[in-house]
């Protein structure tokens, strides 16, 4: 199986803080650090180092080459990645003293994609190839309706949740990975519990799998099959990039392997070893370590 994943490219600018800064407060960091991210680099870079032939597809500014080779660097094909006449993406991440972050988020050309591109995108694609989505990227809908008709199977992490995104047809998908925020935003529920059930109810033919921060993730398939599975605790450095981990993760494990909790322990294994590190893309271990770890 081929991914594609038509996904965002994020210059990070990192700062750590004491605190994540209060309205109207000046407040000095204490160190600042550049990393590669976007959950599309970073989801294409955790599918690539769990080894699946990954395919990114996006727009850069002239300043994201960086971005491209260090996608290609992770054996990333970028063949389709295009520059364009507008800044990159990129955010501005404050890290505080707990590892915790906050992001700012500036899509630019991330948000340049057109239908023409989607076409010339998903041309090389077919069934049994999958689609990877995030929401950092314009024209997802059209995405989802364009890789469905082609019998693609399509995953979707609607992050960040927009407005837009509840008019996604989400209900044509195969695999939906949310966290609780965005949960409560597709289904109206805020417990996690009552969120599954809500979200069955909308979306009945779709594997859903919800990411619950230091609750763990929790796993159901279409039938109604459901797995629950706890974090590893480590010492948090910084968050950015768990859940994209988590996501590519899970998503490897699956292709090869249909013992579902396996595949969790996998995918927790591979997010909390990126927890105990700083940056996005950069923290993503590689599959032989997420085994080693799982085996000690
Ligand atoms: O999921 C983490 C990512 O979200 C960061 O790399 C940042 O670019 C934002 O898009």
Request: charged fraction near 20%.
């Amino acid at each position: 199986m081929k991914i594609l994943n038509i996904g965002s490219l994020n210059i990070d600018y990192v700062y750590t803080v004491p605190h994540f800064v209060r309205p109207g407060e000046t407040l000095s960091s204490t160190a600042m650090e550049v990393f590669c991210g976007g959950k599309g680099l970073n989801q294409s870079i955790a599918l690539a180092r769990a080894g699946l032939e990954v395919y990114h597809a996006g727009f850069i500014g002239e300043e994201g080459g960086l971005l491209a080779q260090n996608l290609a660097d992770n054996g990333v094909d970028v063949s389709l990645i295009q520059p364009c006449a507008e800044k990159s993406g990129h955010t501005i991440i404050q890290v505080d003293a707990a590892g915790q972050n906050c992001i700012l988020l500036y899509g630019g050309a991330n948000r340049r994609i057109t239908e023409e591109y989607i076409d010339k995108a998903l041309a090389a694609f077919s069934a049994g190839d999958m689609l990877l989505l995030q929401n950092e990227v314009n024209l997802v809908n059209s995405m989802i309706r364009k890789a469905k008709a082609r019998g693609m199977r399509v995953a979707v992490n609607p992050a960040p949740m927009s407005p837009d995104m509840l008019l996604a047809p989400l209900d044509l998908v195969d695999m939906l990975f949310l966290n609780e925020v965005e949960a409560a935003d597709l289904c109206g529920e805020v417990d996690p519990q009552l969120q599954i059930p809500a979200l069955r109810a909308r979306y009945p033919n779709v594997t859903l799998v919800l990411t619950l921060g230091e609750q763990g993730a929790l796993y159901q398939a279409p039938g109604g099959e459901t797995f629950r599975q706890g974090i590893y605790p480590v010492t948090v450095v910084d968050t950015t990039a768990a859940g994209d981990t988590f996501i590519a993760y899970l998503l490897a494990g699956l292709e090869v392997n249909n013992d579902i909790p396996q595949c969790l322990r996998l995918a927790a294994m591979a997010a909390a070893l990126t927890v105990s590190r700083k940056g996005a893309a950069a923290s993503i271990p590689r599959m032989e370590e997420v085994r080693e770890c799982l085996c000690s």
